[in-house]
């Protein structure tokens, strides 16, 4: 065999063996291996205060892969991932550097004032490489709510009550002064009940005292008659010394056409001149003959 033919078959198993080995190196080729490695283990944190929470992801595998990264927060705190932590390529840990790439995330968290509860803050990181080949890692950081301390007690005020108190008291008072100097007009009658026949007059007698000691304007009137009753006062008011009286006369006109047995009935009243409401008052009745 000559050295020509022999070189031809040499270079012919070298391209067979190369082709032959190729597949086998694609399927055992191995894929990315994601590792995180937090800055801190634990934060405490209280209202109004934010910290940022720094990870660096690496892959200390023999292929480049593409990083996928998802954050979970316990209930009650804020905080995210910005668009280029959150998706990133690392590089193979490939001859001669042998180092692999790494990417550093950082988040800044915080709580919610008066809804944060402790909890544990998780980052997950997933790398895939060109052939699907895939690797995940997590890592974890304690977050503690620091909670506001309590208010102090308010200290007891008692003018607030005792000025409500002392309000009241002081219009009780006056609504009792006012009712007492109300009442001292008092009424007499000579009679309560008188009967006529129909088409007469009932006449009565009321006596006024003024039981206070100054002068007091009175005034009278009759409440409650019934039309066609009528009845009238000899004057609607009398000027009084103190603890003075007078007799003032009045009569009720009896319809003509009242009933045999009807009977009306109708109240004096009097009270002093003013702001004073109608509190002395006497019933009186008129009958008719039958």
């Known amino acids: 065999m000559t050295s020509s033919v022999q070189l031809r078959l040499l270079a012919l198993a070298l391209v067979v063996a190369f082709a032959a080995a190729a597949p086998v190196a694609a399927q055992g080729q191995v894929g990315p291996a994601i590792s995180i490695t937090p800055a801190t283990g634990a934060l405490a944190l209280k209202d109004g205060q934010s910290q940022t929470v720094s990870w660096t992801i690496a892959n200390s595998g023999p292929t480049s892969g593409s990083v996928t990264v998802t954050l979970t927060l316990p209930t009650g705190w804020t905080g995210s991932l910005a668009a280029s932590d959150a998706s990133f390529s690392l590089g193979g840990s490939v001859p001669p550097a042998m180092t692999g790439g790494s990417h550093a995330v950082n988040v800044i968290v915080a709580p919610v004032a008066g809804k944060a509860q402790n909890g544990t803050l998780r980052l997950d990181a997933v790398g895939t490489n060109s052939a ?92 409650g008659l019934e039309s066609p009753w009528t009845g009238a006062l000899m004057v609607p008011h009398v000027l009084l010394d103190g603890e003075a009286s007078t007799d003032i006369p009045f009569s009720i006109s009896i319809p003509r056409d009242a009933a045999p047995g009807e009977v009306q009935g109708f109240k004096v009243q009097a009270r002093p001149a003013g702001p004073f409401l109608w509190l002395v008052s006497r019933r009186v009745v008129t009958r008719v003959l039958q």
Do not use: H
């Not at 009241?168 to 609504?175: D, R, S």
């Not at 006024?208 to 409440?223: A, C, D, F, G, P």
């Open 132 to 223: 699907g080949q895939a690797s995940s890692a997590s890592a974890t950081v304690v977050l503690t709510y620091i909670p506001p301390p309590p208010l102090p007690p308010i200290p007891y005020d008692p003018w607030p009550a005792l000025t409500v108190f002392l309000v009241a008291l002081a219009l009780l008072v006056g609504f009792g002064v006012y009712l007492y100097s109300g009442s001292r007009v008092q009424l007499r009658l000579n009679t309560l009940e008188v009967a006529e026949r129909p088409g007469d007059r009932a006449t009565y007698s009321l006596l006024i005292q003024n039981t206070s000691r100054r002068v007091r304007k009175i005034e009278l009137r009759l409440n």
